[in-house]
């Protein structure tokens, strides 16, 4: 599975559009992106995944780049309840298997 | 439709001593994963069931072990406790063992070993 990179930490304003980057520049043609998020102390709560196209859902919308080597999750109206770890995970589409492998995560502090 | 269920929520062990984590997946779910959360480590992959059979092994001593039953409630046993398996441990569930399905996860049970 492909490694990815995310910035350890990001502040955001509350009400503001929160934009979490995610580098996966080995990634393969039939490999997803997808992002979990971890309120302290919760289990992992899936917000959205994508394989070329861009995604959006009623929680966010996931930014894939044409070389798929980066993605951008967007939160539109962040509120102080999104304030938690975003894990970006990218897995094998090929694999029979659903291990998650977690990095250590971007942690988002939404501010009043 | 009911999310994943733990219990334990909490529970306090002695070293030594062995201890038995339950979950219980969405209906209809038939692959059950488990996971060691540490500050130190971050969120650790365990084990894969599916259709009652240990599909996927993350690198863990044989002291961690699980098994999966016909209704796909799992449980995992961790035998003769050290202090380092003090950690919240995670389940989660999924309709089918493939990347396309996504997994939903439990709220952890907390274990602290003394």
């Known amino acids: 599975d492909a490694k990815t990179t995310q910035p350890t930490s990001m502040d955001c304003a509350e009400g503001r559009a929160a934009n979490l980057p995610c580098n996966h520049s080995?990634?393969?043609?039939?490999?997803?992106v997808y992002w979990y998020r971890q309120i302290h102390s919760q289990g992992p709560q899936y917000i959205i995944h994508g394989l070329k196209n861009n995604e959006t859902n009623e929680m966010a919308s996931l930014i894939i780049t044409e070389d798929r080597k980066s993605s951008t999750l967007i939160l539109p109206h962040a509120t102080l309840r999104d304030t938690a770890v975003y894990y970006c995970i990218v897995r094998l589409g090929s694999s029979n298997t659903g291990k998650l492998i977690f990095g250590q995560g971007t942690t988002l502090q939404v501010k009043p | 439709k009911a999310g994943v269920t733990q219990t334990p929520r909490y529970l306090i062990k002695t070293r030594g001593q062995q201890v038995t984590l339950s979950c219980s997946p969405i209906s209809g779910h038939r692959s059950v994963s488990w996971y060691q959360q540490t500050p130190g480590q971050g969120l650790q992959f365990l084990f894969e069931?599916?259709?009652?059979?240990?599909?996927n092994k993350g690198n863990f001593p044989g002291r961690f072990s699980g098994r999966q039953f016909s209704n796909s409630r799992s449980e995992m046993n961790v035998s003769t406790l050290e202090l380092g398996d003090s950690a919240l441990y995670l389940c989660?569930?999924?309709?089918?063992?493939?990347?396309?399905?996504?997994?939903?996860f439990g709220p952890g049970t907390r274990l602290l070993v003394l």
């Open positions: 989660a569930s999924s309709l089918r063992q493939t990347v396309q399905e996504t997994q939903y």
């Open positions: 069931y599916f259709s009652e059979t240990q599909r």
């Open positions: 080995t990634i393969s043609g039939n490999e997803y």
